[in-house]
């Protein structure tokens, strides 16, 4: 199995050239004509000339770096079995071994509102096959019938169906890939894909008034950087992120269920369809999630905004450090905001910049891609619809952590508050 000897020490940025002294080449993602290139300046690379499932230790060191400095790496024409993929992931972590969001046999994952989309690989349990239509005789499963999730069954509001026939859509939900109760969120997310359907390029409506869109291929994954959500918010917002945390409902999954998002992906409304905790599945105050609004990353020491707007509850923020200006801060003596629509309309407030057309890179998917993203780094979304005819098969694989996520230092407090 591959495996990692020992944790990266580096508090700096990684020379890429590092990797083309063992064969293979690292290039920038083709980004496309609406992405501000400013912003991408270390996000995304491609690896050529080294196989991911066959990799050396130390191959796999400088992978495991790179990853870390660039959030996403791609690896075109790749064969790669659920077994390697599984390895592939468990390096990155190799105390973790159980699937992100739990084992998908329990009360709480049937009612969930990813349950739907998962389908097990037999012989290699950590390995979800995800995609549209029906596929047969797939890596041990007979027959799997598979539906690419929509904004038509979440969203408050849909995009007309005379319209989806012209090719409008949203994104179906920002995210985190994180259990967000009992788990810890996985370092690491690897997204193959094996059957890859093709179409025209669709248009994203972003429809909350400013008129954005985003023409994207089709059934693209939307990536936006955390790093890149700390970095365009004002003085006073990053005052505030760098001293809170947020508190997540228990099973946010379940309780999210019956609610309905808003039309850009990036959270829920605030119209109390949320599942009343006392209906949910068994559980435990110790095993909610209160995690930082903004995590470090272990290799760069940059701090990520890593918030999955849909499953919070509440917010705590810290007071301002002794000495800190109070000239214009927000919330200097502290706060602990437990009004649901407060709290997301101030995630909100601070999320939504970092989705802007300008700041997302929606993949181009080819059959025999596998993406390894940095999901402690950035939010991702599902995007587009199908047509029951058009059949895609991928397989995802992450694993709960065994850790959790670090938060700021008392000298980035300092820094920021």
């Known amino acids: 199995m591959l495996s990692i000897r020992s944790p990266p020490s580096t508090a700096h940025p990684i020379d890429d050239t590092l990797a083309l002294h063992h064969g293979h080449r690292i290039d920038p993602l083709p980004l496309p004509p609406s992405a501000d290139a400013s912003k991408f300046n270390e996000f995304g690379r491609e690896v050529k000339g080294v196989h991911p499932g066959e990799m050396s230790d130390e191959q796999l060191k400088e992978i495991h770096d790179l990853l870390y400095k660039h959030s996403v790496l791609l690896f075109r024409d790749v064969e790669l079995t659920p077994e390697q993929q599984y390895a592939l992931t468990k390096a990155f972590d190799p105390s973790s071994e159980n699937y992100g969001h739990g084992n998908n046999k329990t009360e709480a994952d049937k009612k969930s ?49 005379e319209d989806t026939e012209k090719g409008f859509t949203r994104f179906y939900r920002w995210h985190i890939d994180a259990a967000l109760y009992n788990l810890s969120p996985p370092r690491v997310t690897t997204l193959y ?37 700390f970095n365009l918010l004002p003085p006073e917002l990053k005052s505030v992120v760098v001293r809170a945390r947020v508190k997540y409902n228990p099973h946010p999954y379940v309780w999210m269920a019956p609610a309905h998002a808003l039309p850009t992906g990036l959270g829920i409304m605030s119209e109390g369809l949320e599942m009343p905790n006392d209906d949910l599945p068994p559980w435990e ?31 705590f923020i810290d007071p301002l450090p002794a000495g800190a200006s109070r000239d214009g801060a927000l919330y200097p003596d502290g706060a602990h905001l437990t009004d649901l629509k407060e709290v997301r309309d101030l995630l909100y407030k601070m999320q939504r910049p ?22 402690r780094g950035v939010l991702h979304s599902v995007v587009g619809a199908f047509k029951p005819d058009q059949v895609r098969a991928f397989h995802q694989c992450n694993l709960a952590a065994s850790d959790e996520p670090v938060g700021p230092t008392a000298e980035d407090v300092a820094q920021y508050a």
């Open 354 to 375: 970092a989705i802007a057309p300008s700041m997302v890179y929606p993949h181009d998917w080819r059959e025999n891609d596998l993406v390894l993203f940095h999901n």
């Open 113 to 161: 509102i990813l349950h739907p989309d998962l389908k097990t690989i037999p012989r290699v349990p950590q390995v979800q096959l995800i995609g549209n239509g029906t596929v047969y005789n797939h890596e041990g499963l007979a027959e799997a019938k598979l539906k690419h999730p929509s904004h038509i069954t979440f969203h408050k509001t849909r995009v007309s169906e």
């Open 285 to 315: 105050e110790a095993k909610i999630k209160v995690y930082p609004i903004l995590w470090k990353n272990p290799v760069t020491g940059e701090l990520h905004f890593q918030v999955h707007p849909c499953g919070v509850r509440e917010l």
């Open 193 to 229: 894909g094996k059957i890859v359907p093709k179409g025209p390029h669709q248009t994203v409506r972003y429809d909350d008034g400013t008129g954005d869109e985003l023409e994207v291929p089709l059934g693209t994954t939307a990536f936006v950087s955390g790093r890149t959500m």
